[in-house]
């Protein structure tokens, strides 16, 4: 087929806009398409730093490149954190994702931080999986949370910047209303403001399919690990690996239902619900980082005082 904006041989194929696309004008267009949802939901309003998590696989590497050229527009400083989380398994999968981090960061030449799970906090994520009764991804997701915030304010960031995806947040959604979980569904944002001792955090890839974001990174050629973790292949757990490919199967079938899920959740739905998790919380006795109201330690603190023998003091 040939491009819907000059007739060039077309690579990709937009079903939702009607639109095929050559290279050229495909980057173009998603480039815009993320610049666009920066501006319209003011994620980068009263940003003078801005971090980045990347993890060295595709949505992070692709949010890297294009956050780096909209911040150049807006004098905004970066800086990218990426976690070395000690997966191994025999495949050397955090090595790995490290490195391809680091390649981007060099191309671009933005200054980064890494992480190092086992010096900094005494435990792998191949160590949590043993030792702790908790789903690894849970464990997982719980300690870059962690990390990612505390290394941000560290860095004196304003700004924490992830790479959620368009099918990540449908995923969340659906999730959401299946199991009744409303505190989850109001949590669920593009922009969540500074507030509760928590940094301002922005998904600026929200309304961007992974499809896409795959096709941006190979044709502007970013380095990125292929790999999946070799815990799960299911992330989140077979119910929402089912959820998420049944909302694949529907955007084939009505093209843009992802982008319309999304969107009128937000715009319609969810600030319906904004005010529910706006609640003092406390904060851990042990780091100081904000906890669950009515809890003294951070689940952080509790998830490394069960992995290491030595007391948590910092």
């Known amino acids: 087929?040939?491009?819907?904006?000059?007739?060039?041989?077309?690579?990709i194929k937009?079903?939702?806009?009607?639109?095929?696309?050559c290279k050229e004008h495909f980057i173009q267009w998603f480039e815009n398409r993320v610049e666009r949802t920066v501006r319209k939901y003011n994620m980068l309003e009263g940003t003078r730093k801005l971090a980045i998590a990347v993890s060295g696989g595709k949505d992070s590497t692709t949010l890297l490149h294009v956050m780096t050229k909209i911040a150049e527009k807006e004098g905004i400083e970066i800086i990218g954190i990426t976690i070395d989380l000690g997966i191994d398994m025999g495949?050397?999968?955090?090595?790995?994702?490290?490195?391809?981090?680091i390649k981007n960061y060099e191309m671009l030449g933005v200054k980064y931080r890494i992480v190092k799970l086992k010096e900094e906090y005494g435990f792998t994520i191949d160590e949590a999986k043993v030792k702790i009764r908790r789903p690894v991804c849970s464990t997982c997701g719980l300690t870059k949370r962690y990390i990612l915030e505390?290394?941000?304010?560290?860095?004196?960031?304003?700004?924490?910047?992830?790479?959620?995806?368009?099918?990540?947040v449908a995923q969340y959604v659906l999730t959401g209303y299946y199991n009744g979980d409303i505190l989850s569904l109001?949590?669920?944002?593009?922009?969540?403001?500074?507030?509760n001792g928590y940094i301002k955090k922005i998904k600026p890839l929200f309304l961007s399919p992974e499809k896409e974001i795959m096709t941006y990174a190979l044709v502007k050629g970013i380095p990125f690990i292929y790999d999946s973790c070799p815990h799960t292949f299911r992330v989140g757990g077979e119910t929402q690996d089912k959820i998420r490919r049944t909302i694949e199967e529907m955007e084939d079938k009505i093209p843009g239902f992802m982008?319309?899920?999304?969107?009128?959740?937000?715009e319609k739905f969810r600030p319906l619900?904004?005010?529910?998790?706006?609640?003092?919380?406390?904060?851990?006795?042990i780091c100081g980082m904000p906890t669950n109201k009515g809890r003294e330690i951070c689940s952080f603190c509790a998830t490394r005082m069960k992995l290491t023998e030595v007391k948590v003091n910092s």
């Open 186 to 195: 109001a949590r669920l944002r593009p922009v969540s403001p500074a507030e």
């Open 1 to 11: 087929m040939r491009c819907s904006e000059c007739k060039e041989e077309a690579i």
């Open 150 to 168: 505390k290394v941000a304010k560290e860095e004196s960031a304003d700004t924490l910047a992830t790479g959620h995806n368009l099918n990540d």
């Open 91 to 101: 495949k050397k999968y955090s090595a790995k994702s490290v490195e391809f981090a």
């Open 14 to 21: 937009i079903p939702y806009a009607h639109k095929y696309l």
């Open 273 to 285: 619900i904004e005010d529910i998790p706006k609640e003092t919380l406390g904060k851990c006795k």
């Open 259 to 266: 982008i319309s899920l999304v969107t009128n959740f937000e």
